[in-house]
């Protein structure tokens, strides 16, 4: 994928249009990456955000230094109460605020800009990453939309709004109510403890302008069919008018397949002897998509796909397991949350984001659970780009009031949560949005709805939707308990020592995973979020200890594997606030075992004699 040249050249384009000079600095009392020193507040996150869907013409990032305020709910914006840094949630340190919002204030947002010449007569969309949690835009003082969601980008035509010529006013209004509401929000809570962590509101990932025609091309989604050597593309035109789509496929600069199609129509591109995408050949094609007029290119985007596939199927004693290009493969990563001490749900910078993904790798596991938040589309694109394996959580909420006690992991239908009317349509709105914006990305192979019975409500419904939603991933329904007769797997959690489920109390009919196990801790001062009262699961007061009991605990995945195990999750990457079980600090500057001794451990645990298919 070589698009390294085109997007230096946006960002030599979009970076000058901006002048950042207010002072700015990080807020002092908590722990901080190595990164921290690197963010530019003239210029954060500089990256072109939407990597699996390139349009190759001018746009802007609108990171940066903003003005802001906290009002009471009541109040409208009346008055800046300083500098906040975008896309940094006005928690974090990063941010230069520290401070908390909470369910009775509203956080705003405001700053100036202006239309570069290049995108003067063309519609002007306004992209948000993500922003936590209800939004509404205002253009030079009118309404341009609003959003409900956490976790899933968003955009809106802002043309009508912009004046012809001139400084233009941005305007943001966000609402989060953390923990106090029942919407979508992961580990946040309003008074952060033990597993759960410190709110994020607002304005998370990038925020940019994009210019494009009368007509364009406004979404694609893709899907392969390894069986049948077809990828199938479905195009979401704006504007058209008797237009078509030119679709094409692409090995390097050989094209491999072509088609034109109805700008409401479907593509179906054979690709014949496919290269499969998988951990140790993560092979990408490139996509072409071209919206024609009259014979004239008027809009094109370039994107990817991946020749994959993830099932199951029977092996040699009639137990269900994954198969990944129908393949056994074992999947074994850690619990990745994606929290950092300094910019909290956001990474100080991309090349941290990535970091994270590269130590993962060279310990040795090829598979990340991404565990109840979602990640910027340039995570998703580097574990599509070095082959790592994702099962995407859908972030937690309307979790108060409910207890449930396991027998023997099954849960009958009266224990499940009862929401409100509201509750469940923010559910389904935001895991439907969620899935939507996901759905290209290869590396994804599981979709977890629930996890340990956080808010799970009509699990049977939910799942099932899920699955017809997409049923070219597996569907965790319920991890670590809780179960249904539905999904494609029976997923237990077990601290701190591996285990699995029991396949004759369990039946032949889904695979076997352990969903969370480990939690080995290691505290190491100097890197804590504070000095005491930190937890893990088991915790050691030396890196050998630790490491000798994580030895023992690979050495038993490895019988569990011959006796039916499809994949294990160890808890978990990275410290995270008071919890000190990561396989580094919270601050990244500490691998607590070597990453080679972590591979030669988890290497073992890939052998393909473990497990023979019928």
Same mark, same amino acid.
């Given at each position: 994928?070589?698009?390294?040249?085109?997007?230096?050249?946006?960002?030599?384009?979009?970076?000058?249009?901006?002048?950042?000079?207010?002072?700015?600095?990080?807020?002092?009392?908590?722990?901080?990456?190595?990164?921290?020193?690197?963010?530019? !507040?003239?210029?954060?996150?500089?990256?072109?955000?939407?990597?699996?869907?390139?349009?190759?013409?001018?746009?802007?990032?609108?990171?940066?230094?903003?003005?802001?305020?906290?009002?009471?709910?009541?109040?409208?914006?009346?008055?800046?109460?300083?500098?906040?840094?975008?896309?940094?949630?006005?928690?974090?340190?990063?941010?230069?605020?520290?401070?908390?919002?909470?369910?009775?204030?509203?956080?705003?947002?405001?700053?100036?800009?202006?239309?570069?010449?290049?995108?003067?007569?063309?519609?002007?969309?306004?992209?948000?990453?993500?922003?936590?949690?209800?939004?509404?835009?205002?253009?030079?003082?009118?309404?341009?939309?609003?959003?409900?969601?956490?976790?899933?980008?968003?955009?809106?035509?802002?043309?009508?709004?912009?004046?012809?010529?001139?400084?233009?006013?941005?305007?943001?209004?966000?609402?989060?109510?953390?923990?106090?509401?029942?919407?979508?929000?992961?580990?946040?809570?309003?008074?952060?403890?033990?597993?759960?962590?410190?709110?994020?509101?607002?304005?998370?990932?990038?925020?940019?302008?994009?210019?494009?025609?009368?007509?364009?091309?406004?979404?694609?989604?893709?899907?392969?069919?390894?069986?049948?050597?077809?990828?199938?593309?479905?195009?979401?035109?704006?504007?058209?008018?008797?237009?078509?789509?030119?679709?094409?496929?692409?090995?390097?600069?050989?094209?491999?397949?072509?088609?034109?199609?109805?700008?409401?129509?479907?593509?179906?591109?054979?690709?014949?002897?496919?290269?499969?995408?998988?951990?140790?050949?993560?092979?990408?094609?490139?996509?072409?998509?071209?919206?024609?007029?009259?014979?004239?290119?008027?809009?094109?985007?370039?994107?990817?796909?991946?020749?994959?596939?993830?099932?199951?199927?029977?092996?040699?004693?009639?137990?269900?397991?994954?198969?990944?290009?129908?393949?056994?493969?074992?999947?074994?990563?850690?619990?990745?949350?994606?929290?950092?001490?300094?910019?909290?749900?956001?990474? !100080?910078?991309?090349?941290?984001?990535?970091?994270?993904?590269?130590?993962?790798?060279?310990?040795?596991?090829?598979?990340?659970?991404?565990?109840?938040?979602?990640?910027?589309?340039?995570?998703?694109?580097?574990?599509?780009?070095?082959?790592?394996?994702?099962?995407?959580?859908?972030?937690?909420?309307?979790?108060?009031?409910?207890?449930?006690?396991?027998?023997?992991?099954?849960?009958?239908?009266?224990?499940?949560?009862?929401?409100?009317?509201?509750?469940?349509?923010?559910?389904?709105?935001?895991?439907?949005?969620?899935?939507?914006?996901?759905?290209?990305?290869?590396?994804?192979?599981?979709?977890?709805?629930?996890?340990?019975?956080?808010?799970?409500?009509?699990?049977?419904?939910?799942?099932?939707?899920?699955?017809?939603?997409?049923?070219?991933?597996?569907?965790?329904?319920?991890?670590?308990?809780?179960?249904?007769?539905?999904?494609?797997?029976?997923?237990?959690?077990?601290?701190?020592?591996?285990?699995?489920?029991?396949?004759?109390?369990?039946?032949?009919?889904?695979?076997?995973?352990?969903?969370?196990?480990?939690?080995?801790?290691?505290?190491?001062?100097?890197?804590?979020?504070?000095?005491?009262?930190?937890?893990?699961?088991?915790?050691?007061?030396?890196?050998?200890?630790?490491?000798?009991?994580?030895?023992?605990?690979?050495?038993?995945?490895?019988?569990?594997?011959?006796?039916?195990?499809?994949?294990?999750?160890?808890?978990?990457?990275?410290?995270?606030?008071?919890?000190?079980?990561?396989?580094?600090?919270?601050?990244?500057?500490?691998?607590?075992?070597?990453?080679?001794?972590?591979?030669?451990?988890?290497?073992?645990?890939?052998? !393909?004699?473990?497990?023979?298919?019928?």
């Amino acid at each position: 994928m070589k698009r390294t040249s085109f997007i230096a050249l946006l960002l030599a384009i979009s970076a000058p249009l901006f002048s950042q000079t207010t002072s700015w600095a990080l807020v002092e009392g908590k722990i901080s990456t190595q990164w921290a020193k690197d963010v530019n !507040p003239a210029n954060p996150l500089p990256e072109y955000p939407r990597p699996q869907f390139v349009r190759e013409n001018y746009w802007v990032n609108l990171n940066g230094l903003w003005d802001f305020s906290i009002t009471p709910k009541s109040q409208q914006y009346s008055k800046a109460d300083g500098k906040i840094l975008v896309p940094f949630a006005v928690e974090s340190s990063l941010s230069g605020v520290g401070k908390y919002v909470g369910k009775d204030s509203l956080l705003w947002y405001k700053r100036d800009f202006s239309i570069p010449s290049s995108m003067k007569r063309k519609k002007v969309l306004l992209h948000f990453g993500a922003v936590d949690w209800q939004t509404t835009v205002y253009v030079n003082g009118k309404e341009a939309g609003s959003h409900e969601g956490g976790y899933d980008p968003f955009s809106i035509d802002i043309t009508p709004f912009l004046k012809k010529s001139g400084r233009q006013n941005l305007t943001v209004k966000v609402w989060d109510p953390s923990d106090l509401g029942t919407q979508p929000r992961g580990k946040q809570v309003s008074k952060p403890r033990g597993i759960w962590y410190t709110p994020v509101t607002g304005i998370w990932q990038t925020v940019w302008l994009e210019a494009v025609n009368p007509s364009y091309i406004q979404n694609v989604k893709i899907t392969p069919d390894l069986d049948s050597k077809i990828v199938e593309i479905i195009p979401t035109v704006a504007g058209a008018t008797n237009q078509v789509v030119r679709i094409s496929a692409w090995d390097g600069s050989t094209k491999v397949a072509e088609q034109e199609i109805p700008t409401s129509g479907t593509a179906k591109l054979l690709i014949n002897n496919p290269k499969h995408w998988e951990p140790g050949s993560p092979f990408l094609y490139d996509l072409k998509l071209e919206l024609i007029s009259k014979g004239r290119v008027v809009d094109q985007v370039k994107s990817y796909f991946a020749m994959r596939k993830i099932s199951l199927g029977k092996d040699a004693n009639g137990i269900e397991r994954m198969l990944l290009n129908n393949k056994f493969v074992f999947q074994y990563g850690p619990l990745d949350q994606g929290w950092w001490p300094d910019g909290l749900y956001t990474a !100080p910078t991309t090349a941290a984001l990535l970091f994270d993904v590269d130590k993962t790798k060279e310990m040795g596991f090829n598979m990340i659970r991404k565990h109840i938040k979602v990640e910027p589309a340039i995570w998703y694109n580097y574990c599509d780009k070095v082959g790592m394996l994702v099962w995407q959580d859908m972030p937690s909420g309307d979790m108060e009031n409910f207890t449930w006690e396991p027998r023997l992991g099954i849960i009958d239908k009266q224990s499940e949560k009862v929401r409100s009317a509201e509750s469940e349509a923010v559910y389904r709105k935001e895991w439907n949005a969620i899935m939507d914006a996901l759905h290209n990305v290869p590396s994804i192979v599981v979709w977890t709805p629930f996890n340990e019975a956080w808010g799970q409500f009509k699990t049977v419904d939910i799942t099932n939707w899920t699955k017809q939603k997409d049923p070219s991933r597996l569907v965790n329904s319920a991890s670590g308990g809780n179960f249904f007769p539905v999904g494609d797997m029976i997923d237990i959690h077990n601290y701190p020592q591996p285990a699995m489920p029991d396949p004759a109390y369990f039946g032949s009919d889904r695979a076997l995973v352990l969903g969370e196990f480990g939690g080995l801790g290691l505290p190491i001062s100097g890197h804590l979020w504070q000095e005491k009262n930190n937890w893990g699961y088991q915790t050691f007061k030396d890196q050998a200890s630790l490491f000798a009991k994580y030895k023992d605990f690979a050495k038993r995945l490895e019988d569990y594997i011959k006796l039916g195990l499809s994949a294990a999750v160890y808890t978990q990457t990275t410290d995270v606030e008071i919890e000190i079980n990561g396989l580094m600090t919270y601050d990244r500057k500490v691998i607590k075992v070597p990453e080679a001794e972590f591979r030669a451990v988890n290497s073992r645990l890939y052998n !393909p004699g473990l497990v023979k298919l019928k």
